[in-house]
């Protein structure tokens, strides 16, 4: 078996950052707010997260008696910029070797069973949870063999005992990571990518509602406390902040699926639409290269029109499976219900300052064809009709026969 080393994974990919505790709390109450027993008598796995650094951690032991858990599993990885350094707060754990000097740098596990207000001072809190770990009260904490990598054997074994997963993985193992939880039946809440739903292996998982988009609306993406000082958006409190295109998926279910999205009619968008990209026009674009209109933004869906349509991929924070059903994507694969119509022969991209280029992305997304030639970027091809634009990646939807 091939050496993975997470930690390599992680910086070179620029995956350190550490999701807030007030976006797990939001996202978590959610599935809460459907279903008060989500979590009752479950395992919990944080997989891809230090305990002394994790805000998951931190959430889910602080919860761990409102949440009626019946475990909560967090491993790390090694190195961590903050394990075996906070010995003072969590204790000597009579599992870990002890060394003169500086402490061995290991990848952890901690294992919680129970927590309570063990030092009586009539408050629950993390000063508990460090005295129970220190006398190893109902409770472990102890070295991982390994660096901690999800794939590993020791990693693996934990995950099997699991119910539900939640963390925020390495995004550039983000495929690897989701096939993981299938091959294991998992259930979980995850941290990903917004152009993860256009991986060849994320898109099928989502298509046939295997997977979903969390309650957390995708506008704006989320904002991470990042390790990165030359690589920061802004600084709140003294602490770096940086803002990742990234949203929740989950297979857990929640009420915000099961609203359907209220929409106009394609005569009335076309007359009372605030996006002037649709107001005004005749009637929706259609694409060159699937049988499919051009709908630009999820609130521009018309409720009346019976065929195929294209949406950003944000539509999927809004997407009811039983009011539209997932035909495909604009990838240019044929592997999906709504297939290119047309393949671009000879495609060239022209670009502002008159040079051309191979245009082989024309194949790879929904094309419209164009009235006039623009003087931003587009495309011609010895089968098209004349000049053309890509649309940015869509998914295919259709309403759900009734």
Not at 10 to 32: C, H, M, P, V
Not at 139 to 148: C, F, I, K, Y
Request: net charge neutral; charged share 25%; proline share 5%.
């Amino acid at each position: 078996m091939a050496n993975h080393n997470l930690t390599s994974a992680k910086r070179a990919k620029n995956d350190e950052f550490y999701t807030q505790y007030g976006d797990i709390q939001k996202e978590i109450q959610s599935y809460l707010d459907y279903d008060a027993k989500t979590f009752y008598g479950k395992v919990v796995y944080c997989n891809c997260d230090d305990p002394f650094e994790s805000n998951f951690f931190r959430y889910f032991v602080l919860n761990f008696n409102k949440l009626g858990l019946k475990q909560l599993i967090t491993t790390s990885y090694k190195p961590s910029p903050v394990a075996n350094t906070q010995l003072a707060l969590f204790g000597n754990d009579k599992t870990l070797t002890k060394s003169k000097g500086r402490p061995k740098v290991t990848a952890n596990k901690f294992i919680i069973n129970e927590v309570g207000d063990i030092d009586n001072d009539g408050e629950f809190n993390l000063k508990d949870i460090a005295q129970q770990l220190k006398v190893n009260k109902h409770n472990e904490w102890a070295p991982l063999v390994g660096d901690g990598d999800f794939r590993s054997n020791e990693c693996i074994e934990l995950l099997k005992k699991s119910d539900v997963v939640v963390t925020n993985p390495p995004f550039s193992l983000f495929r690897e990571y989701v096939k993981q939880l299938f091959d294991y039946k998992k259930k979980f809440v995850i941290i990903g990518n917004k152009n993860a739903v256009t991986y060849k292996e994320i898109f099928p998982l989502i298509k046939d509602n295997k997977m979903w988009s969390g309650k957390t609306e995708w506008s704006g993406g989320l904002w991470f406390v990042t390790m990165d000082d030359g690589d920061v958006d802004k600084v709140i409190d003294g602490v770096n902040m940086k803002n990742v295109s990234s949203v929740w998926f989950t297979n857990l279910d929640h009420g915000r699926r099961h609203q359907p999205l209220p929409l106009m009619t394609m005569e009335e968008n076309l007359k009372y639409s605030k996006h002037k990209e649709i107001q005004g026009k005749k009637d929706y674009e259609k694409y060159d290269n699937y049988n499919a209109i051009e709908v630009p933004f999820t609130d521009a869906i018309p409720s009346d029109y019976g065929g195929v349509m294209g949406v950003p991929i944000s539509f999927l924070d809004k997407y009811n499976p039983e009011q539209f059903e997932i035909v495909g994507l604009t990838s240019g694969r044929d592997e999906f219900e709504c297939r290119p119509s047309k393949r671009y022969l000879n495609p060239l991209q022209h670009n502002p300052n008159g040079t051309i280029t191979n245009g082989s992305k024309a194949n790879t997304r929904a094309t419209i064809l164009l009235k006039n030639t623009p003087d931003d970027i587009y495309y011609t091809a010895d089968n098209a009709s004349g000049p053309f634009m890509i649309a940015y990646a869509r998914i295919l939807i259709k309403y759900k026969k009734k």
